[in-house]
């Protein structure tokens, strides 16, 4: 049985990112999107990229960025992992994707099953897809849960993920009705907006990884 992915997004300090490593995430998310109280600019993005060991994925969160800040962005940081959580089209995601080592992630919002269909145009440009709620005041981040039932008997035809309201009270409940294979969660671990809550980024990472264990 494959391993359960979890990705603890918005991180801002050193003491939630060790926390996170040692609670079982698989991939950490750092921000850089002025408008989010999670936003970290590049230099601080690479200072706690370098505080993210090799056995985690270090996921690098931008959105609508332009070509030159992001190759700029790429090149400081050195994530694993690109994710683009903006307007950005599989023409941009295939470039990056065939021009770096990257792994790269699309991010869509859900709110019906023609958006699902629509995500299929980034099969070829992405490596993985983020199933979020549609964007509200951000274009992520908003502690926003899509409707689960939607991704029922869906042909996924790539790898995906989970995201948009999960906490520790509801992403076993996601992972057993979905299937979620990552799940990614955000605003419900926080104290307050940008204030990450290791008790709760423990308890997300425990219940989701009792839950794949259970499903197994
Ligand atoms: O987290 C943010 O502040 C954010 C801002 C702008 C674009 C994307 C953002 N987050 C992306 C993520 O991957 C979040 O983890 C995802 O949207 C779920 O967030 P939440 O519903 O708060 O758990």
């Not at 992915?5 to 750092?30: N, Q």
């Not at 993985?128 to 502690?143: Q, V």
């Amino acid at each position: 049985m494959a391993d359960q992915l979890i990705k603890i997004c918005g991180l801002t300090t050193e003491e939630t990112i060790d926390a996170a490593v040692e609670a079982g995430a698989t991939h950490i998310g750092l921000v850089h999107f002025e408008k989010s109280p999670r936003h970290l600019s590049i230099a601080d993005a690479a200072k706690l990229r370098a505080r993210i060991p090799d056995s985690v994925k270090a996921v690098l969160l931008t959105v609508n960025m332009e070509p030159k800040p992001t190759a700029e962005a790429l090149q400081e940081v050195q994530p694993d992992v690109l994710q683009l959580h903006g307007k950005e089209t599989p023409e941009w995601l295939s470039l990056i994707k065939d021009n770096s080592k990257l792994e790269v992630w699309k991010a869509v919002g859900i709110k019906d099953r023609a958006a699902l269909e629509r995500a299929e145009k980034f099969k070829d440009a992405a490596h993985r897809l983020l199933y979020d709620a549609a964007a509200g005041a951000l274009p992520g981040g908003n502690g926003l849960a899509l409707d689960w039932r939607l991704l029922l008997n869906h042909r996924h035809v790539m790898p995906w993920g989970l995201a948009g309201g999960l906490g520790p009270h509801n992403v076993a409940d996601a992972i057993r009705y979905t299937g979620a294979p990552l799940v990614d969660a955000s605003s419900g671990l926080e104290s307050e907006p940008g204030v990450k809550d290791i008790g709760k980024i423990r308890a997300f990472c425990e219940a989701a990884l009792a839950a794949r264990k259970a499903a197994a």
